[in-house]
């Protein structure tokens, strides 16, 4: 198994661990709104690219910001991270809330992106009938079968029986963050989003798992209908933790 290095960096005030593996050609990876099950899919990532998988201010590692209260403080934050990188132009890839990050950013900062890459995101308003589950009111035992199609994805990362503080003491962190920034789970999408997503004219790949129970599978119409370059690609047996339950997903990524 690859081993990512680890270095940290202050962003506008904000400690930011960053994970790094690989050479090669920058790829970046924003990962959604908790990081209980790591990064083990993206390992494979780094026989080609090298890899950089920064946490989001207020998420595992990194430092909190109460300031830090909407999508866009974090698009600004990365404008800065990815600045201090040296991270000129590169590919991105973003999953869940890092999707609505990831395509923020590259509606504004579309120069920077070469190829991107949208894992069941959210962030667009969707159909009646396809919501978006607010998973910040979904009592945690019931989690590991929202997020995964084989809910063993999600339970192998938790400890066995008493979780210890400093465990407890992040995922509390990490929903408190995620519960600001999306208004309670609330806000997740941009009612203007739509009207500039035109400017995502680089290529693009949806991935979506056909067993989402988070972000249902048929949004990824909607997504590919408003981006003007999308190739999708849905993959069986997999749910919102696609890239961790799918391994023909993170091989997608790599070859795309």
């Keep these: 198994m690859t081993e990512f290095t680890r270095r940290k960096l202050k962003i506008n005030g904000i400690d930011t661990v960053v994970l790094e593996a690989g050479s090669g050609s920058p790829l970046v990876f924003l990962h959604g709104a908790g990081t209980v099950t790591g990064f083990d899919f993206a390992a494979s990532w780094s026989r080609k ?10 998420f ?3 430092a909190e910001d109460p300031a830090v209260d909407e999508i866009h403080d974090f698009v600004l934050h990365y404008l800065e991270l990815f600045d ?4 000129r132009q590169f590919r991105l890839v973003g999953q ?4 609505y990050i990831a395509a923020k950013f590259a509606v504004e900062h579309g120069t920077r992106i070469e190829k991107l890459v949208l894992v069941c995101p959210i962030g667009l308003p969707v159909p009646p009938g396809q919501p978006t589950v ?12 929202l997020l995964a199609h084989n809910p063993q994805t999600v339970i192998k990362h938790l400890p066995a029986g008493t979780p210890p503080p400093e465990f407890i003491a992040e995922r509390v962190k990490e929903a408190k963050t995620a519960g600001r920034v999306l208004g309670g789970g609330r806000r997740t999408f941009d009612d203007k989003l739509p009207r500039y997503l035109h400017r995502l004219t680089m290529p693009t790949l949806l991935i979506w798992g056909n067993q989402d129970r988070l972000t249902p599978t048929a949004q990824h119409k909607t997504w590919a209908k408003a981006l003007p370059n999308a ?14 339950e799918a391994q023909g997903a993170a091989e997608a990524v790599a070859s795309f």
């Design 231 to 244: 190739t999708v690609r849905l993959f069986d047996n997999a749910g919102h933790l696609v890239l961790d």
């Design 96 to 99: 869940s809330m890092g999707g």
């Design 60 to 62: 595992g590692p990194s």
């Design 134 to 145: 607010n998973f910040l009111e979904v009592p945690p035992e019931q989690l590991p079968a």
């Design 49 to 58: 690219f090298h890899v950089v998988i920064p946490y989001h201010p207020g």
């Design 84 to 87: 201090a990188l040296e991270l």
